[in-house]
């Protein structure tokens, strides 16, 4: 079983949709949760960071975060042909020591929002 | 220049040449990593450091041999490589903690 379950898609939806991105883990010592988005031909870029249980908002964007069920999801609300990416989750146990920045990413989720 | 920066974007190699990849952060970050993505595989942690100090090796194979002489240059030198190899290979770096990462855009490698 891989640590961290996310659902490649491909993923398609209209403008103006809300999209919700969801992963599982296994690993109950994570702490930290992300999510990273990916256009083509580029290098990940952070979007959310949470710590522990609970939700985040900004902008369109909410992150929420279920350790009881060790779950996590991402939710793009109106979303915008220019949120068509991969997006990644990804996860870390707490700060310092052996797993200073030894982040644990899923495969990646194809997103792409037609107009 | 600002954020990560990564040269060169696009490589392709012979599996008996020698070629070096580099990195640069313009944050002012103190750890800098390097990552492997392959096609439908999640993103592969190979190497870490934190303060020019090398903290973690993901068992990487010694074909891959990275450098940091300081906090804000990282190169990964490679040799003799196999065609499995062909990856996008990503630059991350991070403040103090290592939890919000900041990438380049990865130099896409071709291994011939």
């Known amino acids: 079983q891989k640590e961290v379950e996310q659902d490649p898609g491909p993923l398609s939806v209209p403008e103006g949709a809300i999209v919700s991105l969801n992963c599982t883990y296994s690993?109950?010592?994570?702490?930290?949760f992300m999510w990273y988005r990916q256009y083509s031909r580029k290098g990940p870029e952070l979007l959310m960071y949470?710590?522990?249980?609970g939700n985040k908002e900004d902008g369109r964007f909410t992150a929420q975060v279920d350790k009881s069920s060790k779950y996590i999801s991402l939710f793009i609300r109106d979303s915008q042909p220019s949120d068509s990416a991969t997006y990644l989750c990804?996860?870390?146990?707490?700060?310092?020591?052996?797993?200073?920045?030894?982040?644990?990413f899923g495969q990646g989720t194809i997103l792409t929002v037609h107009p | 220049e600002t954020g990560v920066t990564q040269t060169p974007r696009h490589l392709v190699m012979g599996m008996t040449n020698k070629k070096s990849l580099k990195c640069e952060q313009h944050?002012?970050?103190?750890?800098m990593y390097w990552y492997k993505q392959s096609a439908k595989k999640p993103l592969e942690l190979m190497f870490v450091y934190n303060f020019k100090e090398q903290t973690e090796n993901n068992s990487v194979p010694s074909r891959f041999s990275p450098e940091c002489p300081n906090s804000s240059h990282l190169f990964l030198h490679l040799h003799t490589l196999q065609p499995e190899d062909s990856a996008l290979y990503l630059c991350?770096?991070?403040?103090?903690?290592?939890?919000?990462?900041?990438f380049g855009p990865g130099t896409r490698l071709l291994v011939l």
């Open positions: 690993n109950s010592a994570f702490q930290y």
């Open positions: 944050l002012g970050h103190n750890a």
């Open positions: 990804a996860m870390r146990p707490n700060a310092g020591g052996t797993s200073y920045g030894k982040l644990t």
């Open positions: 949470t710590y522990s249980s």
């Open positions: 991350a770096s991070s403040p103090g903690g290592g939890e919000t990462q900041y």
